[in-house]
């Protein structure tokens, strides 16, 4: 266990369905960010299935960490065994908590009846739900699942794996005496993160490396996300000076390319351009089906904003619905700059908006043609100042094309609405 330095997290992720790839971790990297917001240094995650040799070896892993949280694995039935292994894991016996067993006997209960079924079908499950190992404190439950806080050498807090299940119990294990004295040891580190967009990653990591890169108290992150460069700096004790520098050094290098220097995605910076000039937004979307709206939408109070969508990946919905005239389809095509500027148009004039933005584009797999290949997408925006339009051409799967399509959209109003107007994504 390290004890220099900030206090060291581990994250043991379990469930076979993860493993398998039937679903994606989300809990992991909640918890890591949440570590790290606190001051703890996240030393690694861990996905592993629910095979009892593997979790447990994952269990004696994760406990040579200062915090070791686990997430997954605290149901009713078999193949749920984190809290046994746990308790082999840490040498301790299991015992049963009559008051647990109480709570999660009043909830299970309460399913009984409403699934018209008799209590003694949930018993063996809440007993051994209520089973903890000698020590452990229950966090209270999500459902029938109950959190666990253990301190052993550290400390060690399991909780359901259902995220919103797993987050609730989070701020209750906070709040625990075990992982309150943890914190009090941690300092949590200073933080500048810097957003780039249309320069690549490794222009940005020269950049980097040639203002002296990481060091002196400074660790940096460099992590291209579709078309977007993120740079983030964790700053520690005496380190601000140097991350001052890389800063500053960084926004003068790719200054054109800068779009922030904090946290908010593209989408939230878009809808801030427009409330702050007081102008409405809105969406016409062919090869997207409409993820530039989603984007958008799932903003919190975007609807002061936005008005609304408009999905036409049909020739004859583009023509209805966007007024898009059959001549320039027939002598360009859906996939062109000339569609793409109706389309805005259209949107603009159909719904009443001061300012829309279109995308169309050839997503594949199949469709592409030696003019106009899969991965060829064409973006225009317009406004009370302008209009603006970009294209790109990546060959790549079908999901990829749609997901960079939606960001050199909002980028693509971002630019027009704060007057950036570089002529290539």
């Known amino acids: 266990m390290t004890r220099a330095g900030r206090p060291r997290a581990a994250f043991v992720v379990t469930g076979s369905e993860l493993v398998r790839g039937e679903r994606t971790d989300r809990n992991g990297p909640f918890l890591a960010r949440e570590a790290l917001r606190l001051g703890l240094e996240p030393a690694r995650i861990v996905v592993v299935g629910d095979r009892p040799e593997e979790l447990e070896e994952a269990l004696r892993d994760g406990l040579r960490a200062d915090l070791c949280v686990v997430s997954g694995g605290l149901g009713p039935t078999h193949d749920d065994r984190t809290i046994e292994l746990l308790a082999r894991a840490t040498g301790r016996e299991l015992v049963l908590d009559e008051a647990l067993e109480r709570e999660i006997g009043e909830v299970s209960r309460a399913i009984a009846e409403r699934l018209h079924r008799p209590y003694a079908d949930f018993q063996p499950g809440v007993r051994k739900q209520a089973t903890l190992p000698a020590g452990a404190t229950s966090l209270g439950l999500a459902g029938t699942a109950p959190g666990v806080v253990l301190e052993v050498d550290g400390?060690?807090?399991?909780?359901?794996?259902?995220?919103?299940?797993?987050?609730?119990?989070?701020?209750?294990?906070?709040?625990?005496?075990?992982?309150?004295?943890?914190?009090?040891?941690?300092?949590?580190?200073?933080?500048?993160?810097?957003?780039?967009?249309?320069?690549?990653?490794?222009?940005?990591?020269?950049?980097?490396?040639?203002?002296?890169?990481?060091?002196?108290?400074?660790?940096?992150?460099?992590?291209?996300?579709?078309?977007?460069?993120?740079?983030?700096?964790?700053?520690?004790?005496?380190?601000?000076?140097?991350?001052?520098?890389?800063?500053?050094?960084?926004?003068?290098?790719?200054?054109?390319?800068?779009?922030?220097?904090?946290?908010?995605?593209?989408?939230?910076?878009?809808?801030?351009?427009?409330?702050?000039?007081?102008?409405?937004l809105a969406t016409a979307e062919s090869c997207t089906g409409g993820l530039v709206a989603a984007r958008l939408t799932s903003v919190p109070g975007s609807s002061d904003v936005f008005r609304g969508a408009i999905v036409s990946y049909a020739d004859e919905v583009k023509e209805r619905e966007l007024g898009v005239p059959a001549e320039i389809l027939a002598r360009h095509g859906a996939v062109s700059a000339e569609t793409a500027q109706a389309m805005t148009r259209g949107a603009r004039e159909r719904l009443g908006v001061d300012v829309a933005v279109s995308v169309t584009g050839v997503a594949g797999p199949a469709g592409g043609t030696p003019d106009k290949p899969v991965g060829l997408v064409y973006l225009h925006a317009a406004g009370p100042d302008g209009e603006l339009a970009a294209d790109f051409n990546l060959p790549a799967d079908r999901e990829t094309i749609r997901r960079r399509a939606t960001v050199s959209a909002l980028h693509l109003v971002r630019r027009l609405l704060a007057q950036d107007r570089h002529e290539r994504v």
Do not use: I, K, M, N
């Open 155 to 280: 400390v060690v807090v399991a909780l359901p794996g259902p995220p919103r299940e797993l987050q609730r119990l989070w701020a209750r294990a906070l709040e625990a005496e075990p992982l309150r004295r943890l914190l009090e040891r941690a300092r949590p580190p200073g933080r500048r993160v810097l957003r780039f967009y249309g320069a690549s990653e490794s222009a940005v990591a020269l950049a980097f490396d040639e203002a002296g890169g990481e060091g002196e108290g400074v660790d940096a992150t460099v992590c291209a996300r579709d078309f977007e460069v993120h740079v983030d700096l964790v700053v520690d004790e005496g380190g601000e000076g140097r991350a001052q520098a890389l800063a500053a050094a960084l926004r003068g290098r790719l200054a054109p390319h800068l779009f922030a220097e904090d946290e908010r995605p593209v989408e939230e910076l878009v809808l801030a351009l427009c409330r702050a000039r007081g102008l409405s």
